[in-house]
């Protein structure tokens, strides 16, 4: 399976590995541009509880302002919200009844075992985890959006006579 397809601007942002010409790059903006979704149906949707609701709109109003966020992103944004919604629910009810809780097995014995939610937090963490990687909403993934350009070296003779053809 190959790589997932990139931006063009992210490619440029990254330093241009696979060395496409300026008539390449110039037909990959037009595409982009012409296929770029629309952004005017951004809002959180109706079944996200309030928790999840002020969550998307919170993160919506920062993506939407570095143009990252349009009308068919919004239900993977929601599932998000969702899910932190759920995370912040499960840790409110592990606060009250502890990290530990008892549990009487078949032989009515009664033993101390790890909170059930726990198992349920975990799940909604890397949920939510893979999820913030694709917006970009991790410093580890703005790292990879933000990757400097490569410092130009001067250009050898045969290089500025012949350009890219070397």
């Known amino acids: 399976m190959g790589r997932k397809a990139k931006p063009i ?4 942002l ?9 008539k390449q790059i110039e037909q990959r903006l037009e595409v982009e541009q012409r296929l770029k979704p629309k952004t005017d149906k951004v809002k959180p949707p109706s079944w996200l509880d309030s928790t999840a609701k002020k969550e998307f709109k919170r993160i919506a109003a920062e993506l939407m302002e570095l143009e990252l966020l349009t009308n068919i992103d ?7 919200c969702d899910a932190y919604s759920d995370y912040i629910k499960c840790t409110k009810i ?4 502890g990290l530990m809780v008892e ?3 078949k032989a009515a014995e009664t033993n101390k075992v790890p909170h059930p939610l726990m198992t349920k937090k ?13 917006f970009g909403l991790t410093p580890a993934a703005r790292a990879k959006i933000a990757i400097p350009k490569k410092d130009e070296k001067p250009k050898t003779e045969e290089e500025r006579l012949f350009g890219d053809v070397l």
Do not use: C, P
Request: proline share 0%; hydrophobic share 30%; net charge neutral.
């Open 9 to 12: 601007q992210l490619h440029l």
């Open 14 to 22: 990254e330093g241009n590995k696979n060395r496409l010409t300026k």
């Open 74 to 80: 919004v239900n993977a944004l929601a599932a998000y």
């Open 94 to 97: 592990i606060q009250e009844e």
């Open 103 to 105: 549990y009487t097995n």
């Open 122 to 134: 975990r799940q909604l963490y890397d949920q939510m985890k893979s999820i913030a990687s694709e």
